[in-house]
């Protein structure tokens, strides 16, 4: 698995990550230890979790349980530096973790000291923000978002406080770089003029949702991306398994997430599954598994750090990881971009 340099920071990562958010909900912490341990075996260096995980559904019994898994396997092996490790604060809309408290100063002292804890690390590689206090157009919010409630004042102060207190946690080791997730093209730009005024640390990444259904990246953001040297973590790159095929023909398999989350989230449309059906043809057409094709087409974007894969077993995750050996050849990506053309927002 090749590494490259993450952005502007020293982080050389596997251009795969590994996904955590199942581990404690549809997954023991046994089967969580055995998907740490192929992705390792396999050459992945790269791991990422968040303080609410796991999800499907978020429960505060379960908040923070992914990170304990991810803790326990540390102390259990010792192997906390075979793997660069990025989590994630909560805002508002983390429902149990920590009351939904938004963002803040104190808010991050206390956040990390318990990601610390539950990891049991000594250091964070990646800190970064779940989603903007302001609000988000993540998670089929674009729909109707509407971001004239926002006031700037607030959203600067509010920047302003908590990269200080970012960069307190920084120089005390606790942290070494940080990121943004669920964030816009002036969200990423925003924190940087804030970050450079004051002298404080720079968002490195962003982690977005991204995939051949759901390309909000491309432009204004791609533009940002590039421009400050924030490259894109991209999440459910096969669209929380849409791209998979395993929900082709109306077919929803038992333990599959949409069992547990009632049409993927609004992802599942009619619109979505012509589109889909378009993606595998063109897969079909080349003799490539549509899995596969998905998670190497996100590894070909110019603005990728890493692509974040997650899988409910360790067959799930061999397939994904060897999309990392799957090369797309002009004819394909010509293809991609013909179905692209038909289907541009199927959700």
Request: net charge negative.
């Amino acid at each position: 698995m090749e590494t490259k340099q993450l952005g502007a920071t020293e982080l050389h990562v596997t251009e795969l990550c590994l996904g955590s958010m199942t581990w404690g909900s549809q997954n023991t912490e046994d089967e969580g230890h055995a998907q740490i341990d192929r992705a390792l075996d396999r050459g992945l260096n790269f791991m990422d979790t968040a303080e609410m995980y796991p999800v499907h559904p978020v429960l505060a019994e379960t908040v923070g349980r992914t990170e304990e898994i991810i803790g326990n396997w540390f102390a259990k092996t010792g192997k906390r530096n075979d793997w660069i490790l990025a989590t994630k604060i909560a805002g508002p809309n983390g429902g149990f973790t920590r009351s939904g408290a938004p963002i803040s100063s104190s808010e991050v002292v206390s956040a990390v000291n318990a990601s610390l804890k539950r990891l049991q690390t000594d250091h964070i590689d990646l800190y970064q923000l779940h989603w903007p206090n302001r609000g988000s157009f993540a998670f089929r919010q674009n729909w109707d978002y509407d971001p004239t409630h926002q006031n700037r004042a607030e959203t600067i102060a509010h920047m302003q406080d908590t990269l200080g207190e970012l960069k307190r946690q920084v120089d005390a080791g606790k942290i070494r770089y940080i990121g943004l997730s669920n964030e816009s093209a002036w969200g990423m730009a925003t924190w940087v003029r804030v970050a450079d005024e004051m002298g404080l640390p720079r968002m490195a990444t962003i982690q977005n949702e991204y995939s051949l259904l759901y390309r909000f990246f491309d432009t204004d953001a791609a533009e940002a991306s590039h421009n400050e040297q924030i490259p894109l973590l991209a999440w459910s790159p096969l669209a929380t398994g849409m791209l998979t095929g395993k929900y082709r023909g109306g077919a929803i398999p038992d333990g599959s997430r949409a069992t547990l989350a009632e049409g993927l989230g609004g992802r599942m449309s009619s619109r979505a599954h012509e589109a889909v059906e378009a993606y595998a043809a063109v897969a079909d057409k080349h003799g490539l598994n549509l899995t596969q094709m998905a998670i190497a087409w996100c590894m070909t974007r110019p603005f990728m750090g890493s692509t974040i894969i997650g899988a409910s077993s360790v067959g799930q995750l061999d397939v994904c990881i060897d999309a990392g050996d799957v090369t797309l050849s002009d004819e394909v990506m010509a293809d991609i971009a013909q179905a692209h053309m038909a289907h541009p927002m199927p959700y």
